[in-house]
């Protein structure tokens, strides 16, 4: 995992006043599984991820840290120098982003099949 991710949940959990014991109940994994999770040797998953979100009530853009950063692109015309603001998203967030849409389409795929089955009944 990612070591930004990983420090993140760590801050976020210690700003809380939660303990890894507290965590890994509510995630119902046990205290090692999640010091893993918390020191970047575990791989993290995106329900797991949205969890942990919730959990801390922290937004999961906060965890993963998608912060548009700001670029300065300089532009010259007939000798006069102008400066244009660019915000650049990075590209590998791009599969992070995939992956939450993903995520996303499957929830809405799956409550949509339960509406279907209590219209059923």
Known sequence: MNDTIAKNIRKYRELRGFSQEYMAHHLDVNQASYAKLESGVTKITIDR?????????????????LKNQIIYNQDLKDNAVGHQQVENLYQDNKAVYEKLIQAKDEQIAFLKEMLLEKGKF
């Open 49 to 65: 991820l949205f969890s942990i979100g919730k959990l801390l009530e922290t937004e999961v853009s906060e965890i993963l840290d």
